[in-house]
Structures are given as structure tokens and as C-alpha cells.
């Protein structure tokens, strides 16, 4: 009696084979083959235990609080807005040379020879330094502003608003830097950007009128993490990288790798 | 009753493109914890998953025009989800790859063995089966499967999406489908093998 193989049997577990009745008909009278029809279950059996934490029944509140301002304030078509004139000065020119940097990068890339792609990525690695170093200097105004509001008196309520239109603003351009950050590489200066985006979100998420109590939550917040320091860290390591392009903070490196094992 | 939610969503979705923001709010809080139980299973942890989940709300949203409105939404922002996390996948891989030396290559090289990086962990069988220590081995079984494999057993097995569903995904057609689901039930089988397998001749004797 020929057996059932390994595949075939895997196939009619998920009903997915062609010999249905006939695999059937062999399991019927063949005990070994159930009994290997058997130790393929405890795969999925094991896969089953694996448990998923639970995200918590308030998951869907938080999702659509994290992606309702990046949902943008209008009715029009989502490309019209993200290529609206403000828009595209919101973001800067500097992105729109770093777009450029990089079309050129790849446009010439099946030609050159090796030592001019180094180069090109080079100068793409120079543009994302000063284009961040810049957004860095922007985010950091922003965290200030929030540390040194003055404490508001008794109950009445603080109005961040104006601090809440940029951060919207930079999480956009944040978005943006840590993609290409990761697209090249940089875990470092991706991972920073990730806490950064976070405390962005979280800033353009408030209400627009905060309790002096829920001002100071915000603000005991970016203390805690210290993100004004971070921020501070990594931009000063960027200026180096301006003046000298090849030296690459060490420092920050591992905590870069430390962070994504989480 | 799934019908209900669907022709809710369908209303939804209506509302939402008629320019009622508020309205995607229903749709996403009413599918964000299926859509987070396949990005946790694709991407393995939390942080990721909740990345996930959140970018494929977003080009959920931005491709709503797309959407036929006899489709279901819930399938629908599934499948984007399920594509957005196989890319996240492969763009994880070659940063490892990049980061670790040429020594590991891309996804779906058939030669890569995902027994020779989950072995160092597996406990000898006397030590064996605390479900602790299985449910380890199974995650770093999971962790070595290809973008792929992976992405077709978490939508095969867990979510019981049809081969053309995931082939869809995959990009690929549905015997390469078939197949992949396969290799991928094969090499989960042989990490767990030490724990569960002792009479393993046959099982390890299949390897082709
Ligand atoms: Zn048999």
C-alpha cells in the first residue's frame, strides 16, 4: 500500500486536494497515515495556543484618535490637499529637494559606475541630514512652547490650538523622515522619529481647550521621556554628521537597537 | 447578522465619501480589532501591529473611491492590511539583511532553513513541552518563515482565507499558493518536532 505523502496530506487538511474521497478512503484503512494526519494537527493545535494580547476594548477609539487628524480637514480628493500650495510650504522645500535627491539617485543608477553611486548616496544621506536637522529644529520649538507655557491659573482652561497646527504639521513631515530614514537605513534616526511621532500625535490629538490638570499630564509627559534632551541629542549629532559626513554617533546607534527589540 | 454589518459599513462607507469624516470613525472602530489580530499574528509584536493597523485605516480611507460598494469593507480593509504587512515584512528583512552582511539573503529563498535558526533554542525533549516554551519556539518558527510563508499561513490558518485570497496578496497563482501554505506548514511542523515528534523518522524522512 503506497502512503500518503507529507504535502498531500497538508492539502486535504485545508481541503485543498484534488483526491479527496480517494485520501479519505486510504485514511479509512491506513493507520499510519492518520496517525501522521495526526502530528500535522499539533501544528495547528500549536499555532492555536499562541495567544494575541489583547488590545483592549477601547482599541478602536484609539486607532481613529491617531489617524483622524492625519485623515486631513477637508472633503477633497486626499491628493488635492496633500499638493495644496500651503501645504507644500508647510512641508518645506527642503522635501521637496530631498524628493528630487532621491529621483536623482535612482534615475542615474543603472548607468553609473560604483564610486558615483557612493557618491549619490552620499549626497541623498547629506540631504536627509539637513532636511531632518531642520525638522528636528521646528519639533523642538514646538516641545518648548509646550514646557514653557505658563502654568495656567486656577481652572481656567489653556488653548494649545495654535501648537496643535503644527504638530499636526510636523507629524506629516515626520511620517515622511522616518520612512526614508528607514528606507535608508538609518534605525537610529528612525527610531527617534517614531517616540517623536507619538508625543506629536498625542499633542495634535488633545482638545484644543486643555484643563490646566490635562496641560499638565502633556507636559510631565515630555519631561518624563525626556524628549526635549532626545531631540536635543540627535540634532547635535546631526550638525556633526553636516561637518564631517563620514562620522556616525556610535552612541546612538545602540540605542537604536535597543529600542526596535521591543 | 453579518449581513446587518455589512450593510451598515456600506452606509458608512456612502456617508464618509459624501464627506462625513466622522462617519469612517464607525468603520474603523468596528474592525480594528480583526484587522490588529492579523497584524499581530503577521508582524509578531505589538508596536508593529498597532503601525499596522493604523496605515491601512489611512489608505483605507484615502483609496475609498476605489472601493466597490458591493464589496464588504471588512474584507476589503483586511486584504489592505494583509498587503501593507507583507511589504512591512520584506522591507524588515532586507534591513536585516543589510544590517547582518550579505550572509542571509532576500525572502522566498527555498534554500533558507528556518530549522537552523530556531534550533539553538530548542530545549532538549526531556526539558520539553511546557507551553511556555513551545508557544517561544513557535514564535521563532514564525519569525523565520519568508514574508510569504508567513502571510500564508496566518491568513490560511487563522483567518481560513481562500487560496485565491491570498494569492491575491502574494501576487502569485494559486498552485505557487498552495505550495507556499505548504512549506510553510512543513517548516513549523519540523521546529516543533522536538517538542511534540518523538517518533520523528517519518515526519523528518519527507524532507524533500
Ligand atoms: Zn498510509
Excluded at chain 1, 218 to 237: D, H, S, T
Aim: aromatic fraction near 6%; include cysteine.
Amino acid at each position: 500500500m503506497k502512503h500518503r505523502t507529507e504535502e498531500e496530506l497538508i492539502g486535504y487538511r485545508f481541503g485543498e486536494v484534488n483526491e479527496r474521497m480517494e485520501i479519505a478512503a486510504h485514511l479509512e484503512e491506513c493507520a499510519e497515515c492518520r496517525e501522521e494526519l495526526a502530528r500535522i494537527e499539533t501544528v495547528f493545535g500549536a499555532l492555536d495556543a499562541m495567544p494575541v494580547p489583547d488590545p483592549g476594548e477601547e482599541y478602536g477609539r484609539r486607532v481613529w484618535q491617531r489617524i483622524a487628524p492625519r485623515l486631513g480637514r477637508r472633503r477633497a480628493r486626499w491628493w488635492e490637499s496633500q499638493f495644496a500650495p500651503q501645504r507644500l510650504l508647510a512641508l518645506g522645500g527642503v522635501v521637496a529637494l530631498l524628493i528630487l535627491a532621491f529621483v536623482a539617485g535612482r534615475w542615474t543608477k543603472p548607468r553609473i559606475p560604483v564610486r558615483d553611486e557612493a557618491d549619490a548616496a552620499k549626497v541623498r544621506e547629506r540631504v536627509l541630514v539637513v532636511a531632518v536637522g531642520e525638522h528636528l529644529g521646528r519639533t523642538e520649538m514646538v516641545l518648548m512652547e509646550l514646557e514653557n507655557a505658563p502654568a495656567g491659573k486656577g481652572q481656567k482652561p489653556i488653548n494649545i490650538s495654535l501648537t496643535q497646527r503644527r504638530a499636526e504639521d510636523l507629524v506629516e513631515e515626520n511620517r515622511l523622515y522616518r520612512q526614508t530614514a528607514l528606507n535608508e537605513g538609518d534605525q537610529a534616526m528612525a527610531s527617534t522619529l517614531d517616540e517623536l511621532e507619538r508625543v506629536l500625535l498625542d499633542i495634535a490629538n488633545s482638545p484644543e481647550e486643555l484643563t490646566p490638570a490635562a496641560f499638565e499630564t502633556i507636559r510631565k509627559r515630555i519631561e518624563a521621556q525626556g524628549l526635549l534632551f532626545k531631540v536635543r541629542v540627535v540634532k547635535q549629532g546631526l550638525d556633526e554628521r553636516k561637518s564631517n559626513p563620514d562620522a556616525k554617533p556610535a552612541e546612538n546607534k545602540s540605542r537604536g537597537t535597543e529600542r526596535n527589540k521591543v | 447578522m453579518a449581513d446587518e454589518v455589512a450593510a451598515s459599513d456600506a452606509i458608512a462607507v456612502r456617508r464618509t465619501l459624501g464627506g462625513d469624516r466622522d462617519a469612517y470613525r464607525v468603520l474603523v472602530e468596528r474592525h480594528s480589532q480583526t484587522v490588529y489580530r492579523l497584524a499581530y499574528r503577521m508582524m509578531g509584536n505589538r508596536h508593529d501591529a498597532e503601525d499596522v493597523v493604523q496605515e491601512s485605516f489611512l489608505r483605507a480611507y484615502q483609496k475609498l473611491k476605489q472601493f466597490a460598494g458591493d464589496a464588504n469593507f471588512g474584507t476589503w480593509v483586511y486584504r489592505i492590511a494583509a498587503n501593507y504587512a507583507i511589504d512591512r515584512l520584506r522591507q524588515r528583512n532586507t534591513d536585516e539583511a543589510r544590517r547582518e552582511g550579505p550572509s542571509k539573503s532576500g525572502e522566498d529563498s527555498p534554500g533558507l532553513d528556518p530549522l537552523s535558526q530556531v534550533r539553538d533554542l530548542s530545549p532538549s525533549p526531556e526539558r520539553l513541552a511546557g507551553s511556555a516554551q513551545l508557544a517561544e519556539q513557535m514564535k521563532a518558527a514564525l519569525a523565520a518563515l519568508s514574508p510569504a510563508e508567513r502571510t500564508a499561513i496566518v491568513m490560511r490558518h487563522w483567518d481560513g482565507c481562500g487560496i485565491e485570497e491570498i494569492a491575491a496578496v502574494l501576487k502569485s497563482n494559486s498552485n505557487a499558493t498552495k505550495n507556499t501554505v505548504f512549506r510553510a506548514v512543513q517548516k513549523l511542523r519540523r521546529a516543533m518536532a522536538p517538542f511534540v515528534e518523538r517518533n520523528e523518522a517519518r515526519a523528518m524522512g519527507t524532507e524533500g
